[in-house]
C-alpha cells in the first residue's frame, strides 16, 4: 500500500484499523505498510506508540497549522478518522470536525495524496439533531469539494477492541456497578457495528481505491437492553439489569454532566439513543468481499482478546 496517513489514529477505528493493517503482515514486515499515525490524545497516542513501534505516531492537534503536515509527503493515501464524537462544548465539535478538516484536507491537496477515505458517521442520516450530527454533515461537505478522489463511509454506532467509549465502556461499568440501569422500556432499535469488521472495508478501499458513498450499517438488528445482555453474557458479568424511568435517567445524566465536563455519556446522546431510526442495510459484505462477524462472535473477540482486549484507552 505505500505510505499511509491516519488521523484521528488512537481512537476506536484508527487502532483497530492498524492492527488490521499490520497483523497479516507480522510474517513478512517488508510488505506492511509505512503507516504514520497523528492524533492529539496524548495518553491515547502513547498507547498506540507503545503497542506498535515499528510506525510512526505524531501527537499534534489537527486544528492548528503544524509540522504535522511534512509528514504526508510521499503518501498515497490518507485515511480521515479525527471526530469529536461526545461533548457539551459546541465549539469543540466545530473545532475538531471542521477547522481540523480543513487543514488536513489543505496538506493532502499540497502534498499531492491522491486518494482520501473519510469516516463519516450514520449520524448524517439520522432524525437527530445535535453539535455531532451537524458538525459531521459539515465534515462530509468539506471532503466532497475538496476534489480529492475519496470514499466516504458512513457507520453505524461502532464497538470492537480499544473501546473506550460505547459498548466497552458500558462492559466496563457493568462490571463496577450494583446495578446497571438501562432508560425507558430498553426497546431502541440499534444496528451495532463490529471495528474489526469496519477496518476490512477501509482495508478494501484502500486496496482498490473505491469512490463513492456507502452507508456501513451493522448487519443484525437488536434492541438496546438486548444488546445490553450481549454485553453481559460476554463479559461473564453478574450484575442485574435495571429499568428506570427516561426522565430520571435524563436527570441523572444533567447532574452528573456539572461534576464532570467531559462526561462519557450524556442527555444528547441519551436523545439520539432513544430516536427512532433505522438505517440502510446494504449488502457490504459482497460489496467489499469482508465477511460480516456473528454479533456474539464479535462481542467476545472485543473483550477476550489476550492481545489486546485489556488495553482501555481514556476520555
Not at 480543513?102 to 442520516?125: F, M
Not at 434492541?223 to 430520571?248: F, W
Amino acid at each position: 500500500m505505500g505510505k499511509i496517513v491516519i488521523t484521528g489514529a488512537a481512537g476506536l477505528v484508527g487502532q483497530n484499523l492498524i492492527v488490521g493493517l499490520l497483523d497479516p503482515m507480522r510474517s513478512a514486515p517488508e510488505t506492511a505498510p509505512e503507516i504514520i499515525a497523528i492524533d492529539k490524545h496524548p495518553a491515547n497516542t502513547a498507547i498506540l506508540a507503545g503497542l506498535h513501534p515499528d510506525i510512526t505516531v505524531i501527537e499534534a492537534d489537527l486544528a492548528e497549522p503544524g509540522a504535522w503536515a511534512d509528514s504526508f509527503a510521499g503518501a498515497e493515501a490518507l485515511v480521515q478518522l479525527h471526530a469529536q464524537i461526545g461533548g457539551l462544548d459546541g465549539g469543540e465539535f466545530h473545532r475538531n470536525n471542521i477547522t481540523a478538516t480543513r487543514h488536513v484536507l489543505d496538506a493532502t491537496k499540497a502534498a499531492g495524496i491522491p486518494y482520501l477515505v473519510h469516516i463519516s458517521s450514520s449520524v448524517v442520516n439520522s432524525k437527530a439533531t445535535d453539535f455531532y450530527t451537524e458538525t459531521k454533515k459539515s465534515q462530509e461537505a468539506l471532503v466532497r469539494e475538496s476534489g480529492i478522489a475519496h470514499a466516504t463511509l458512513r457507520p453505524t454506532l461502532m464497538f470492537g477492541l480499544f473501546d473506550r467509549k460505547h459498548l466497552g465502556w458500558l462492559a466496563r461499568f457493568m462490571q463496577r456497578a450494583p446495578v446497571f440501569p438501562i432508560p425507558g422500556s430498553g426497546r431502541y432499535l440499534r444496528q451495532p457495528l463490529y471495528a474489526g469488521d469496519f477496518s476490512a472495508i477501509v482495508r478494501a478501499c484502500l486496496d482498490e481505491r473505491r469512490e463513492g458513498v456507502w452507508n456501513i450499517s451493522g448487519r443484525e438488528r437488536i434492541d438496546y437492553i438486548d444488546l445490553i445482555r450481549a454485553v453481559k453474557r460476554a463479559t461473564g458479568a453478574k450484575t442485574p439489569i435495571l429499568r428506570i424511568p427516561y426522565s430520571l435517567f435524563w436527570g441523572l445524566l444533567k447532574i452528573y454532566a456539572v461534576v464532570d465536563r467531559n462526561p462519557p455519556f450524556t442527555t444528547k446522546q441519551l436523545e439520539a439513543l432513544v430516536t427512532p431510526d433505522v438505517f440502510e442495510l446494504i449488502d457490504w459484505p459482497e460489496i467489499f468481499d469482508v465477511p460480516a462477524t456473528d454479533l456474539d462472535q464479535a462481542l467476545q473477540l472485543s473483550f477476550t482478546d489476550p492481545r489486546y482486549a485489556d488495553v482501555v484507552l481514556e476520555f
